[in-house]
């Protein structure tokens, strides 16, 4: 059974840093990435990485944003610098196959979900 497990999320004042951490269990993928919603807006890709390392971002997060695995290819992270107002959210992790891409269609295993808030 495959299971997605996000933690890290919270609350900071702009300008503050977060770290996300997901670990995927019961497969391997060759795709993981990060998404966001916030409350009354559709979700949002933030950032992809795949199975070689490959990563792309959204242009919202890209300079502030990075996602890397971690020792094993089914843990990724998402760094979170200089967060702004705009970044709040709820942060899902997801999972597939390539090609990476951020459409959220691509991806059939999610997370449950970090919050993530950032206050002025």
């Known amino acids: 059974q495959v299971q997605l497990v996000e933690s890290g999320g919270g609350s900071v004042q702009s300008g503050g840093s977060l770290r996300l951490s997901c670990e995927a269990s019961?497969?391997?993928?060759?795709?993981m990435a990060w998404f966001r919603q916030a409350p009354g807006k559709s979700r949002e890709g933030v950032a992809a990485i795949d199975s070689d390392g490959s990563t792309a971002y959204s242009n919202s997060v890209k300079g502030r944003f990075t996602v890397s695995q971690g020792s094993t290819k089914n843990t990724v992270y998402l760094q979170m610098n200089n967060l702004k107002p705009d970044d709040t959210a709820m942060y899902y992790c997801a999972a597939g196959s390539l090609p990476c891409t951020m459409v959220s269609g691509q991806y059939p295993y999610w997370g449950q979900g970090t919050q993530v808030t950032v206050s002025p």
């Open positions: 019961g497969d391997d993928f060759t795709c």
